[in-house]
């Protein structure tokens, strides 16, 4: 392995924040080709995209570095805690059960497509889906499962839950991009389209505006302009809730190993199993208490720079030559999102739910919180937050629905 340019990690975080400052610049113009480029590339995937270019050149690597390390063991659990804590159990209810449905039915699909899809490629083309230890492609798609049902945060954590090569991950990652941005293009396809297809599919929109309404009011009245004492309370409980999941995970690992050793299989000895799923579930605790109300003053916007950071760290894991040296995994990616968008479609049918519903519903699950706003503001400018709303219930059980859709990999795996 030869050394990169820059090994000082103070100059590497140094560079991957102009990088992630310089994409949000851009991202954020009001006006000419940076507006019109990120109308068309997501800026997530450039987040992940330039770092890995830096990687290719030779000028910071991932393996060389220890940030990937800090950022996964520190930034994402007080991410996920900081996503999580705005998690809003009666307002998700008053979004209606129709919007709920089809969220909860596009997890089912990331979660039973992954298995089905390995399973019908096991049978034509086995080889594609085998390998052992680190390297087998189950695990691999562990990854993916994170990311498709929760996010960037879950993505990383499944890498290490389930011990995922490195080598393994740089492949999952230009797979998860890929396929889950092409998906997105379809949906800002139809958006523009949503009232025909609504009309052909006899579905009543009129629940949307009402949503839309309601939603507007309930961020406008928690919000304020957060000052000092604010950010300081936001990362206090966001690292304060991960040393004690930390401090949890450390006696609840080796109980576990020690009194079952068999579970191990499961990753229940796993400690940084039981950070995430600690961190977690104090973010959903913490979110039925007072403390909810820090997502006035920016509790998941803090979050989601904690995750920024770790995408860029993940981007520097990524070979983009990757998407050359396997194309068999997209092709089973393909088939795995093929059997989430076919159960959204005739479940939503079914339902009659409105083609906002069935989009951010899986966009939700797919893209997360740094695209699910994306797509529902595609259909209405005030109706992202609905989005961000549907994408923080995917941070909540991506953890939970990841974890189950890798077991569920692991049985069917040749």
Same mark, same amino acid.
């Given at each position: ?19 992630? +400052? ?35 050149? +030779?000028?910071?690597? /991932? ?27 009666? /307002? ?16 089912? +699909? ?35 499962? /994170? ?200 479940? /939503? ?37 609905? +989005? ?27």
């Amino acid at each position: 392995m030869s050394q990169p340019v820059f090994t000082n990690d103070a100059v590497v975080l140094g560079i991957l924040m102009v990088v992630l +400052g310089f994409v949000f610049w851009g991202a954020n113009r009001p006006s000419g080709f940076w507006k019109r480029f990120y109308a068309i590339v997501p800026s997530i995937l450039v987040c992940y995209f330039l770092p890995s270019l830096l990687a290719t050149a +030779g000028l910071i690597s /991932g393996d060389v570095s220890n940030l990937y390390f800090v950022a996964s063991r520190y930034l994402l659990p007080a991410s996920l805690v900081l996503l999580t804590l705005s998690v809003d159990f009666p /307002g998700l209810r008053r979004l209606g059960v129709k919007s709920l449905v089809m969220f909860f039915t596009g997890t089912v +699909g990331i979660v039973l497509g992954g298995p089905i899809a390995i399973l019908a490629t096991s049978v034509v083309a086995p080889d594609l889906v085998g390998g052992a230890g680190p390297d087998a492609v189950w695990r691999g798609f562990t990854t993916v499962a /994170g990311s498709w049902i929760g996010g960037g945060a879950n993505q990383a954590a499944m890498k290490e839950v389930f011990e995922v090569s490195d080598q393994l991950f740089s492949k999952m990652v230009a797979v998860d991009v890929i396929i889950a941005n092409l998906w997105m293009a379809v949906l800002l396809f139809l958006a523009g389209r949503s009232d025909a297809v609504d009309r052909r599919t006899g579905a009543d929109a009129s629940a949307i505006h009402e949503l839309r309404d309601r939603v507007a009011a309930y961020q406008a009245s928690i919000a304020r302009i957060p000052n000092l004492g604010d950010t300081m309370a936001i990362l206090a409980v966001g690292f304060g809730a991960t040393a004690v999941a930390h401090a949890l995970a450390d006696w609840l690992a080796p109980a576990i190993q020690q009194a079952a050793p068999a579970l191990e299989r499961y990753s229940l000895t796993s400690g940084f199993f039981w950070i995430v799923v600690l961190a977690t579930t104090l973010g959903l605790a913490l979110s039925l208490t007072p403390m909810r109300r820090l997502e006035g003053v920016g509790a998941s916007r803090i979050g989601s720079v904690l995750l920024y950071v770790l995408v860029a760290t993940i981007g520097m894991k990524m070979n983009i030559l990757a998407v050359f040296e396997n194309p068999g995994l997209f092709v089973v990616a393909a088939l795995w999102m093929l059997v989430h968008v076919t159960l959204l479609l005739l479940v /939503g049918r079914l339902i009659r739910a409105p083609l906002f519903f069935v989009a951010v519903g899986s966009q939700a699950n797919v893209g997360g919180a740094a695209s699910a706003p994306i797509v529902a503001s595609a259909f209405h400018p005030a109706l992202a937050p609905v +989005g961000v709303l549907l994408a923080v219930l995917g941070y909540a059980i991506g953890t939970y629905g990841a974890w189950l859709c890798g077991q569920l990999m692991r049985i069917v795996a040749p």
